[in-house]
T-cell receptor, first 112, second 115 residues
Framework: SQQGEEDPQALSIQEGENATMNCSYK?????LQWYRQNSGRGLVHLIL?????REKHSGRLRVTLDTSKKSSSLLITASRAADTASYFC????????????FGTGTQLKVEL | EPEVTQTPSHQVTQMGQEVILRCVPI?????FYWYRQILGQKVEFLVS????????KSEIFDDQFSVERPDGSNFTLKIRSTKLEDSAMYFC?????????????FGSGTQLSVL
């Protein structure tokens, strides 16, 4: 089993709709982060939520964290075609040094 | 905005050859990382580096791999004898040390193809 598993694996929506991606993890975390990756490019940090936080907002992004269920969700509101990318959750484990462990990713396609 | 730069963007090599992937992290960052991503798969941690030594490494990072910070700006990943399964996109990343600097900044990657 993997530390970060995301669902859905792929998501296709129309521009203007909201997109929700979910991430589940296995072990205790210090924080959870979401990254975006455009095709063939590097990852770009979107938002970080700490283990003692339940919800965080940044622009059109809303992240929730439920440590009892070991899960997080990323909501992108009013999606745009430019939001088309892969989205990864990444966890920093408690006592796990500074590395991030990435999830399997969700491929989001926003159609005009 | 400061960025992590990686060279080359593409590297083609023959199996058994040595390759060196180069990275220039963000100048005031103190933690450096290498990750790799096989096509269509998840991003996998290889190694982290702090204070001129490896702070953590994964099972992937075996004796064929090494990292070095030869000067104050470059951070390199060497693969001594490449295998077909080393073909992947390799990402360098860096981060600061403060509580508010826990996010990683990634380079655009080096696509390594081992033939």
């Amino acid at each position: 089993s993997q530390q970060g598993e995301e669902d859905p694996q792929a998501l296709s929506i129309q521009e203007g709709e909201n997109a929700t991606m979910n991430c589940s993890y296995k072990t205790s975390i210090n924080n959870l982060q979401w990254y975006r990756q455009n095709s063939g490019r590097g990852l770009v940090h979107l938002i970080l939520i700490r283990s003692n936080e339940r919800e965080k907002h940044s622009g059109r992004l809303r992240v929730t964290l439920d440590t009892s269920k070991k899960s997080s969700s990323l909501l992108i509101t009013a999606s745009r075609a430019a939001d088309t990318a892969s989205y990864f959750c990444a966890t920093r484990l408690t006592g796990g040094g500074n590395k991030l462990t990435f999830g399997t990713g969700t491929q989001l396609k926003v159609e005009l | 905005e400061p960025e992590v730069t990686q060279t080359p963007s593409h590297q083609v090599t023959q199996m058994g050859q040595e390759v060196i992937l180069r990275c220039v992290p963000i100048s005031n960052h103190l933690y450096f990382y290498w990750y790799r991503q096989i096509l269509g798969q998840k991003v996998e941690f290889l190694v982290s580096f702090y204070n001129n030594e490896i702070s953590e490494k994964s099972e992937i990072f075996d004796d064929q791999f090494s990292v070095e910070r030869p000067d104050g700006s470059n951070f390199t990943l060497k693969i001594r004898s490449t295998k077909l399964e080393d073909s992947a996109m390799y990402f360098c990343a860096s981060s600061g040390i403060d509580r508010d600097d826990e996010k990683l900044f990634f380079g655009s990657g080096t696509q390594l193809s081992v033939l």
